[in-house]
């Protein structure tokens, strides 16, 4: 089974084809609005940030191939007490937290104003397997346009998700992508930094790439296993 990856950023691409050798020795093809760096089971393309660049791309991505599988993947922001730094975060839901509009009363979800979706569920033996051969945590990952940069924001993306174990900003994009053709979807963060106030001295992303790394290595053996029952439960 091939598996397409999308990723904001080469840095995250590369973790992710590192997990095979070194990024040199990965073939690279290039498609219509994509390159596509192939490693083991995996292809693997930096799409961008944002929700929006992940859907396009991983929509281009998905044309080139056939895909049994689509994971968004990289590094993201991890919620105190439930996904430290250096930790994964393999997402159970992944949810468009700010898709919606601003009310007198509140925010409104997308779905309350009668309109698409503000959630995909990765299937549930997948998840389950990749936490477990990873050493990660399962929640809810929380797709945002505009990252949280105070201890306010994060307090109230709590309230509205209290199952949220991290935030990053293409979860939700890939995963539109893979509903439209029929495909399950993945969502694997490493931990570079805590959901709030920003700190970039605090931040470690070079040791979340390295743990993205070492998680992609261990995921292979886990999607060689993964049955086609499996494949079409949500």
């Known amino acids: 089974m091939r598996v397409l990856v999308v990723t ?10 590192r997990a095979f050798g070194d990024v040199s020795g990965a073939s690279v093809f290039f498609v ?5 760096h192939r490693a083991g089971p995996f292809d693997v393309l930096a799409g961008g940030a944002g929700p929006g660049a992940a859907a396009a791309s991983a929509a ?28 994964l975060v393999v997402a159970d ?25 503000a959630w995909h569920f990765p299937p549930r033996s997948l998840v389950r397997e990749a936490a477990a051969a990873t050493g990660a945590v399962t929640g809810a990952v929380l797709t945002v346009s505009t990252v949280t940069g105070s201890a306010d924001r994060a307090a109230a993306l709590l309230a509205a ?5 991290a935030e990053a900003m293409e979860g939700f994009g890939v995963a539109e992508a893979a509903e439209r053709v029929g495909l399950p979807v993945l969502e694997i963060r490493a931990v570079s930094n ?32 993964w049955t086609h029952h499996d494949r079409h439960e949500s």
């Open 8 to 17: 904001a950023v080469p840095a995250e691409r590369d973790a992710v084809t």
């Open 32 to 36: 219509p609005g994509a390159e596509i």
């Open 60 to 87: 281009f991505g998905l044309a080139s191939d056939r895909y049994g599988l689509v994971i968004s993947a990289g590094i993201g922001g991890g919620f105190a007490g439930v996904a430290p730094v250096g930790s």
């Open 93 to 117: 839901r992944i949810g468009a937290a700010d898709l919606g509009a601003e009310t007198a009363t509140g925010f409104v979800p997308v779905t309350d104003l009668g309109f698409g979706r």
């Open 161 to 165: 998700h209290p199952r949220a174990a």
């Open 194 to 225: 805590a959901v709030g106030p920003r700190d970039r001295d605090a931040w470690r992303i070079g040791d979340a790439l390295a743990a993205l790394t070492e998680a992609f290595g261990k995921l292979e053996p886990v999607l060689e296993g």
